[in-house]
């Protein structure tokens, strides 16, 4: 086992758990973490896309309540709907972006 990768594997988690829930881009905060620590294996990409789906469900976990809630409501209740809604067209600039985009990405 490679005891500096796994440090660097660790340090770039501490990164993205201590930036998730703050007013920052995460994201960020781990590409620049990323170089600093010299972190250029060939699975970089890979390993970023995992911890942040870390991150996502970690999210996800925490708001799991408000999630069942408009799950469950979407045919009953008008404010669940509305936040579906929402949701769906507060994606659709980053799909049309990452669409336009995906070759330079």
Sequence with gaps: MDWILT????????VEGLTEFLPVSSTGHLI???????FDVPQEKTFDVVIQLGAILAVCWDFRQRIINVVSGLGTRPEARRFTLSVIIATIPAIVLGLLFEKSI
């Design 7 to 14: 440090l660097k594997a660790l340090i770039l988690g501490v």
């Design 32 to 38: 620049v973490a990323g170089s600093v620590l010299n």
